[in-house]
C-alpha cells in the first residue's frame, strides 16, 4: 500500500531477493521445500484447516468489540497491539494509534483449548521465561461465579467473579469495569460516566494498574446482597481488569488491599465493625459451599481465563480469503473447494471498515443453480498460513503439496514429527508459537497430525544489536546489510563472526573489528593448508606425535559436543586452539589432522572448507562423514606434581604417571627454582606423595 506495488508481484520478488541472499550465505537448505503460504496450493489447505474448525464449532462470526486500526484499515487480535508508553494503544505493525470499536468479526474459539495448551507446557522442553509468558497469556484462575441482583428496575443480574468465596460476607460494594457491559447498556446516559470510561480507554494497561490508579465512580444502580439481602453501591472502577474473569468484582475493604485503596482514594466508608450473619474465617471450602446452598445462593465453581478467543477476520485485501457464502437471509454456506483471491489493482483500505475486496462486485457476488450469495470480504491475518506451515515442509515436494488430510501424509508426520528444534525470537511467545500451538491441537483431535504438540525443543535465540547496543533498524541507520558485508569479508567470515559473537541465546553488539579478526583467523586457516601444499608441512607415515593425536581426538569430541549443544562460540574457539597448535608442527603422520578439521569447520565456513578439501584432492563435503573420536586419547596422561620445600611451593614437573618414585625425586631435584631453595642445604627428609606432590625436609 505505502508503495503502490502488486502485492502478488512485489512478494514474489522479495521472496527471490531472500532466497539469493540465503544461498550467498550457504545456507544448507532444500529449496524444493521452499514453500509460500501466498501459493494457492499453499492456502488451499489454510481454508480447508478453517472449514474443519468451523465445523467443530470453533469458528463464528460475533458482535464484539475489536481493536480498529485506521492508518492499517483492519482489526488487529490483542496479541498485535501494543503500548506506546504514553498510554496509548498501537499497532505492533507500523506503531498506528488502535481504538475499540465495536464490529461484527470471525473469532477462533481459542479459549476452548486454554487447558489444553497449559497442560502442553509440560511436555515441551522450552525456556521457563517462554512458558511463564504462555501461562500468564492464558492466565487461568480458580474461582466461583455468583450472581447479584439489581435493585433498580433494570431486570438484570451481574454475575462477579471472586477467587475467595469465603469473603462474601464482608462485600462492601460491587465493582465494574468501564467497558462492562452493564455500564455501556444502562451507565452511559450519565455525561460523567461516559467521560470516566472515555478517559480510561486511552489510558495504558500500566496507567490503569491499582499501583497507579485507583479512580472510581459510583453508577447510581444498587446490587442486592444474596444472603443478607441488603443494598450494595455498584461502582465502576479502573483497577478492574476486563480481560479477567466477568469484569465486575466483589469489594471486599477488610480484606483486600486493592479494594481497601479503592475505597481510601474515593472517600468510601470502610465497614471494620460490621457484623456478619455468617462467620466463613474457620470453615472449609466444602462447608462454605454447603452453607451457600442453604441460602439458595446462586454460585458456580469456574475457571477464569486471561485468554481471549482470537479475532481472525482483517479488512486487507492481500490475505487467504474465507471459504464461506452468505446467502440472502445470511444464512452460512462452506466452500469445500479453494476460494482464489482475484487479481485487484486498487487495494486500499475502503474507509468503510470493509475489505477492499468488499469493492469487487464481479467477484463478491456468487451464483449457484440461479441462488444468489455474496462471499465474504474479509480476509485471514498473517498468523494463518504461518500457524501450519511446519507441516507444510514435510507435505512439498517439488511443484506440490501432499494432501493434508491423506493416509501419506499421516505416515510422514509419523516420521517427522514433532519438530526437534525450533529456534525463533520470544518475541513470538503469544502469537505465532501460541496459535500454532492451538491449530496443531485442533488437526491432532481431528487425527490429522499424530503429536499433540508441534515443537519439542524450543531456544529463543538473541538479538544482534547495531553498534550502538540499540535495536536495528533502518530509521536509526544501525543496520548491517549481508550483501556487504560478504562482498567485503566473504560469507564464510560473516557466518563465523555471528557464531562466535557469544552464546545464541544472548543478544550481541555488532563490531566490525570482530570481524575483521573472524578473517584474519580464517587466512590463517587457508595459509596453513597452503604450508602443506607448498611441502612446508610434511606428511610422513613413520612420524609419531602424541600430543597431536590428543588435541585432535579431543577437538573433535568438543565441537561435536558443543554444536549438539548449540554452543557454537564455544566450538569455534576450539578450532581456533587447534589451529595454534597445527602451526607448532612440520610434520603429520596422516591426512585426517587436515581432512577431519575442514568437517568440524564446514557448518561454520562451508566455502573455504569445500575449497579446501578440494585442494586436498578428497571427496566433496556431502560424500564425507563427521569424524569420530576415541575416548581413552582424549584423555590427557600429563600430571602435574607440585615441588615443595619445607612445606612452601617452589615449583612444579609434568610427568606421564610412567615414572617411578626415584625418577620423579631426580626430576624435581633439576627443578632450577627448587634448586635455589636447596643448594649447599642438608636434605632430611622426603615425603612423596603418588601423582600429587613432593616435598624437602632441609
Not at 488502535?98 to 474459539?109: A, F, S
Amino acid at each position: 500500500i505505502q508503495t503502490g506495488n502488486n502485492p502478488a508481484i512485489f512478494t514474489q520478488k522479495n521472496i527471490d531477493n531472500f532466497r539469493e541472499q540465503l544461498k550467498s550465505l550457504g545456507f544448507s537448505y532444500d529449496y524444493d521445500k521452499e514453500i509460500d503460504t501466498t501459493d494457492k496450493r499453499y492456502y488451499k489447505w489454510t481454508q480447508w484447516i478453517f472449514v474443519q474448525m468451523y465445523k467443530k464449532g470453533l469458528a463464528e462470526i460475533k458482535e464484539i468489540e475489536v481493536n480498529w486500526c485506521q492508518e492499517l484499515g483492519t482489526v488487529l487480535a490483542n496479541e498485535e497491539v501494543l503500548d506506546d508508553g504514553f498510554g496509548n494503544k498501537i499497532s505492533e505493525r507500523g506503531g498506528f494509534p488502535v481504538i475499540k470499536k465495536p464490529m461484527k468479526q470471525w473469532v477462533l474459539k481459542i479459549t476452548n483449548y486454554a487447558d489444553k495448551l497449559l497442560e502442553g507446557l509440560e511436555e515441551v522442553d522450552w525456556p521457563n521465561s517462554l512458558i511463564q509468558l504462555q501461562k500468564n497469556w492464558i492466565g487461568k484462575m480458580e474461582g466461583y461465579q455468583v450472581d447479584f441482583e439489581i435493585k433498580n428496575d433494570t431486570n438484570s443480574t451481574i454475575k462477579i467473579f471472586t477467587t475467595r468465596i469465603e469473603t462474601i460476607m464482608d462485600v462492601e460494594s460491587i465493582v465494574l469495569t468501564p467497558n462492562h457491559w452493564f455500564v455501556k447498556q444502562y451507565c452511559l446516559n450519565n455525561e460523567k460516566i461516559k467521560n470516566f470510561q472515555d478517559k480510561y480507554n486511552k489510558k495504558s494497561k500500566k496507567e490503569i494498574s491499582i499501583q497507579k490508579n485507583k479512580e472510581g465512580i459510583f453508577s447510581g444502580y444498587y446490587a442486592i446482597h444474596p444472603i443478607t439481602k441488603n443494598e450494595i453501591e455498584i461502582w465502576i472502577g479502573e483497577y478492574v481488569l476486563e480481560n479477567v474473569g466477568t469484569g465486575a468484582i466483589m469489594a471486599v475493604p477488610t480484606k483486600d488491599k486493592k479494594d481497601e485503596e479503592f475505597f481510601i482514594y474515593n472517600n468510601l466508608k470502610i465497614n471494620n465493625q460490621k457484623e456478619k450473619e455468617i462467620d466463613f474465617s474457620n470453615l472449609s471450602i466444602n462447608e462454605i459451599e454447603k452453607t451457600l446452598k442453604k441460602y439458595d445462593l446462586n454460585f458456580e465453581k469456574v475457571h477464569s481465563y486471561k485468554l481471549k478467543d482470537w479475532v481472525f477476520a482483517r479488512q486487507r485485501y492481500w490475505g487467504e480469503p474465507f471459504p464461506i457464502l452468505f446467502d440472502e437471509n445470511n444464512n452460512i454456506y462452506l466452500v469445500e473447494d479453494i476460494v482464489e483471491l482475484p487479481e485487484m489493482e486498487n487495494i486500499k483500505p475502503s474507509g468503510t471498515g470493509e475489505s477492499p475486496l468488499a469493492n469487487n462486485k464481479e467477484w463478491i457476488n456468487v451464483e449457484i443453480n440461479g441462488k444468489k450469495y455474496k462471499r465474504d470480504s474479509n480476509t485471514m491475518p498473517q498468523w494463518a498460513g504461518s500457524s501450519w506451515y511446519y507441516l507444510a515442509y514435510i507435505l512439498k515436494n517439488k511443484d506440490s503439496y501432499i494432501d493434508l488430510n491423506s493416509k501419506e501424509a499421516y505416515q510422514k508426520f509419523q516420521k517427522w514429527l514433532p519438530v526437534d528444534l525450533y529456534i525463533g525470537g520470544q518475541e513470538h511467545a503469544v502469537l505465532h508459537l501460541l496459535y500454532a500451538r492451538f491449530w496443531h491441537k485442533v488437526l491432532y483431535d481431528l487425527k490429522i497430525v499424530p503429536t499433540s504438540e508441534p515443537f519439542l525443543k524450543l531456544v529463543n535465540q538473541g538479538m544482534i544489536l547495531g553498534s550502538d547496543n540499540q535495536k536495528m533498524s533502518k530509521s536509526r541507520g544501525n543496520v548491517v546489510n549481508p550483501n556487504e558485508i560478504i562482498q567485503t569479508y566473504g560469507a564464510d567470515a560473516l557466518r563465523v563472526y555471528e557464531m562466535f559473537m557469544g552464546p545464541i541465546t544472548d543478544s550481541k553488539s555488532w563490531n566490525d573489528n570482530n570481524l575483521e579478526g573472524i578473517k584474519k583467523w580464517l587466512d590463517r586457516i587457508w595459509k596453513l593448508y597452503e604450508n602443506y601444499l607448498n611441502n612446508q608441512i610434511i606428511l610422513d607415515p613413520n612420524h609419531n606425535d602424541e600430543e597431536l593425536e590428543i588435541i585432535y581426538h579431543k577437538t573433535i569430541k568438543e565441537v561435536t559436543n558443543n554444536i549438539e549443544n548449540l554452543k557454537f562460540n564455544i566450538a569455534i574457539s576450539k578450532m581456533m586452539v587447534y589451529i595454534n597448535h597445527m602451526y607448532k608442527i612440520n610434520k603429520i603422520n596422516d591426512i585426517k589432522y587436515l581432512k577431519n578439521f575442514l568437517i568440524l569447520l564446514s557448518p561454520f565456513a562451508p566455502h573455504i572448507s569445500e575449497e579446501l578439501m578440494e585442494k586436498l584432492k578428497e571427496e566433496m563435503m556431502e560424500k564425507q562423514t563427521w569424524p569420530t573420536f576415541d575416548e581413552q586419547k582424549t584423555i590427557e596422561t600429563k600430571i602435574i606434581i607440585s615441588i615443595q620445600v619445607n612445606g612452601k611451593l617452589r615449583g612444579t614437573i609434568e610427568i606421564n604417571g610412567q615414572e617411578d618414585e626415584q625418577e620423579i625425586i631426580k626430576l624435581a631435584l633439576e627443578n632450577a627454582n627448587v634448586k635455589k631453595f636447596i643448594e649447599n642445604k642438608s636434605i632430611k627428609k622426603t615425603i612423596y606423595i603418588k601423582n600429587k606432590n613432593i616435598n624437602f625436609v632441609i
